[in-house]
Structure formats: structure tokens, C-alpha cells
């Protein structure tokens, strides 16, 4: 997937666009799954790399129409990709409102926020998946998994390995995962574990 991704930008496909299209194919889902008429509450959270701005472009998206809220599990100078920094300072002046969290007690003050949401969306890791899972993190994903609300991945439930499916000592057990552009090896290999597939294009051409 990284190849394709290099490939699609040598031809002109800007990763800040597949960052927007990705973020938009999440929304769509969404949308289609909760009528906005209901005003469901929305939760993401997210993380600062890549994955994390997949949610946040989503998170902008859904915003137009519903009650949405975010969480970025770390702070703005943690950012990792100058396309993900663009997301955020587009998402800055979205109707919705956004939360940090650098700490496991911060994410503990959000609790009513996993607690009451009607949908929550990982974008923790992703691909980039770390192990042993970290604070704070790992409290994030527990408390993603406590919520009773709808819970959807994007592209990968935080803490599995894309290629392996190994799990790492907390992961995400979402009701839906949210598939970029193309099946990861390792959620075939756990598909129990990834709730229902829906496999999204992002507008890139190439596939091999």
C-alpha cells in the first residue's frame, strides 16, 4: 500500500488528496449507516499520524450535519505528516468541537464522551501500528471498546499488525472496519477480529 501510495504521487495524486478522499469515503459510510435527521453523536479518535488525519478529514465531513466531537490522542506538535497538519488546520474551523489528550488521565476526563456517543471512530493507528501499546493509548482503546456505541475502524483496528493480523496487547474489537483502497493481508488472516469489511477507493488508479 505505501508503494501504490508513492507510485499515485509520482503520477500527480497528492497524499493530501487521498488523505480528503479517505476521509470522505468514512463519512459516506457513516452517513449512510445513521440517517443525520437522528443527530447521532459522533466520537473520533485519532492519532497524530496518518491514520489519525483519515479520521479527522472524516470527523470535518460529518460535522456539516451532525453532533461530531474529536479527541487527538497527543497534541498539534506531535503531528506527524504535513498532510495530516493540514487536515487539522482545516478541521480548526469546522463546527465541532476538539479535544487533546497527552496522558491516560486526560483521556479518563473524556470517559463521558466514549460513554454517550452513537458512534466511534479509530484513528489511532492504522498501519502504523506500535507494540507494546503505550499510554496513552492503550486507555484510549479500552475505552473505545467499553463504549456501546457503533464502533468503526478505519482501515485497520488500532494495535493489529495490516500485514500479520497479530494483535498487540490492546486493540481495537470494532463493529465495522472501514478498508482504504485495497484488504490488508492481516484482516483476512482476522477477520473475526475486524468486525464487518467495507472496502472504500480513494480515487487511486494504480493497484499493482
Keep these: 500500500m505505501q508503494q501504490i501510495e508513492q507510485r499515485a504521487e509520482k503520477i500527480g495524486f497528492s497524499r493530501l ?3 480528503e478522499n479517505a476521509g470522505r469515503a468514512v463519512a459516506d459510510v457513516v452517513s449512510e449507516l445513521f440517517d ?8 473520533a479518535v485519532c492519532g497524530t499520524g496518518n491514520n489519525g488525519g483519515d479520521c479527522i478529514s472524516a470527523a470535518r465531513h460529518l460535522s456539516s450535519n451532525m453532533n461530531v466531537t474529536s479527541v487527538l490522542i497527543g497534541n498539534l506538535e506531535k503531528i506527524k ?6 487536515q487539522w488546520f482545516i478541521a480548526k474551523n ?20 466514549f460513554n ?26 479500552k475505552m473505545i471498546n ?22 498487540a496487547d490492546a486493540a ?21 477480529k475486524c468486525g464487518i469489511l467495507i472496502v472504500k477507493e480513494i480515487g487511486i488508479a494504480l493497484r499493482t
Design 146 to 167: 467499553k463504549s456501546s456505541g457503533l464502533k468503526i475502524s478505519i482501515d485497520v483496528p488500532s494495535g493489529m499488525n495490516p500485514d500479520t493480523g497479530q494483535i
Design 81 to 86: 505528516t504535513e498532510e495530516a497538519k493540514q
Design 116 to 141: 454517550t456517543s452513537d458512534i466511534v471512530l479509530d484513528g489511532i493507528f492504522g498501519t502504523g501500528v506500535r507494540a507494546p501499546i503505550e499510554e496513552p493509548f492503550k486507555t484510549a482503546i
Design 172 to 192: 481495537v474489537l470494532p463493529d465495522i472496519t472501514i478498508v482504504l483502497h485495497s484488504l490488508k493481508t492481516g484482516l483476512l488472516k482476522q477477520q473475526s
Design 94 to 113: 469546522a463546527p465541532m468541537k476538539i479535544y487533546s489528550a497527552n496522558s491516560m488521565n486526560d483521556i479518563l476526563r473524556y470517559e463521558s464522551l
Design 17 to 19: 488528496l487521498m488523505m
Design 36 to 43: 443525520p435527521i437522528l443527530h447521532p453523536r459522533i466520537l
